[in-house]
């Protein structure tokens, strides 16, 4: 989308809660958290799915690649005020070619594109597994993404653990990876380009780089049992890391979100738990969260040999089963999934989460 700066979905004010024993009794603690998902726009259907809402689609409308700017056409800013009366109104292809501005024309058949699916399927849920099984083009990426973060936040709404929070980051923000000192550490890639950009702008950067001194690396705050709190006032900033190694709180955090995302769009209960190898002579399923994962575990199932330090690629295993198993298909029943999580060849994590959605070996959907 043209016309655009990089922003993020419109404020809420969403809490989470959580329990602290005080005199005695337990005390009810609430938080806010993840403000921007937008959730205040939505409203809470009767099977806990977020229902769209005029408002939801208005804040669409006010993205910046969206709302006019002062040189919109009159064609442009009238179909602007329709849409803000109107969210659901009904625009023509003569509309949107009246339109002068070729990006800002493009911008609005993208929304539209998206406007149909929400108004479609009615619930955030409901669009989002619509798109998923039934891609469209010219729906961004970026939209995709706002949904899981909505869906995140709805699933998560009554969760105390500040780590399951910030591992739930990985199915909308896509990750730098760090292993120096044995550790694998996780950092929102948006916030480390950012904090590089700054140095390099203050002309620290350059300076360092003219003397021959090494540049600071960028330090942020790596998130554990004794610093947890932390998260809440900065959960909007994303600029807390995790350690994703095998035995620490965050790899079982992260298990814990995977089991919830199934249970809450699938209505499949599961339990994942982190393993460090697959010892399994009877490998029967596998899902890998990334491109490069799916790739490992491929050629691990048949046998081959991965390329050469792909392995090393491998940030976290998880076997998970199915507990139901009359909903699985039977080359599966009462066998374990194995789930991989990999880094890119630039150290980057791209979790791709609706994998677990359209790959679970399911009677229903063999």
């Avoid at 960028?218 to 900065?234: C, H, K, M, P």
Wanted: charged share 30%; hydrophobic share 40%; glycine share 6%.
């Amino acid at each position: 989308m043209e016309r655009s700066r990089k922003s993020s979905a419109p404020s809420a004010r969403p809490r989470a809660s959580r329990c602290t024993r005080e005199s005695g009794r337990l005390k009810t603690m609430t938080h806010e958290f993840w403000k921007s998902a937008g959730m205040h726009l939505l409203e809470s259907g009767p099977e806990g799915w977020l229902t769209v809402t005029p408002d939801f689609i208005r804040a669409y409308l006010m993205r910046p690649e969206i709302h006019p700017i002062e040189d919109s056409c009159a064609q442009e800013v009238a179909l602007h005020d329709r849409l803000m009366e109107s969210p659901a109104a009904v625009v023509d292809d003569k509309e949107i070619g009246a339109i002068a501005d070729a990006d800002a024309a493009e911008n609005y058949r993208m929304f539209l594109a998206f406007r149909a699916r929400l108004l479609e399927s009615r619930t955030i849920e409901g669009t989002y597994l619509g798109l998923v099984r039934r891609p469209d083009r010219r729906v961004p990426s970026v939209f995709v993404d706002q949904l899981v973060h909505i869906i995140a936040r709805n699933i998560l709404k009554d969760v105390g653990d500040p780590l399951r929070l910030r591992a739930a980051e990985l199915l909308f923000r896509e990750q730098t990876v760090s292993t120096d000192g044995g550790r694998i550490l996780l950092a929102d890639d948006e916030i480390v380009d950012l904090q590089k950009h700054a140095l390099q702008e203050t002309g620290l950067g350059q300076l360092l780089a003219e003397t021959g001194t090494p540049q600071r690396t960028v330090t942020l705050d790596v998130l554990g049992e004794d610093n947890a709190e932390i998260y809440w006032s900065r959960s909007d900033r994303f600029d807390t890391v995790i350690d994703l190694r095998f035995g620490q709180p965050a790899i079982d955090a992260l298990a814990r979100v995977i089991e919830a995302w199934l249970e809450h769009l699938m209505r499949v209960e599961v339990r994942v738990e982190p393993r460090q190898r697959i010892e399994d002579t009877d490998w029967r399923w596998h899902i890998g969260l990334d491109q490069q994962s799916n790739a490992i575990l491929n050629a691990l199932y048949r046998d081959e040999p991965p390329p050469p330090g792909a392995m090393e690629q491998l940030v976290a295993l998880f076997r998970m089963r199915i507990l139901d198993d009359r909903l699985v298909i039977d080359r599966v029943k009462g066998r374990p999934i194995y789930l991989g999580l990999a880094m890119s060849d630039d150290n980057k994590v791209r979790m791709k989460p609706h994998n677990l959605l359209v790959n679970l070996p399911l009677a229903a959907q063999s």
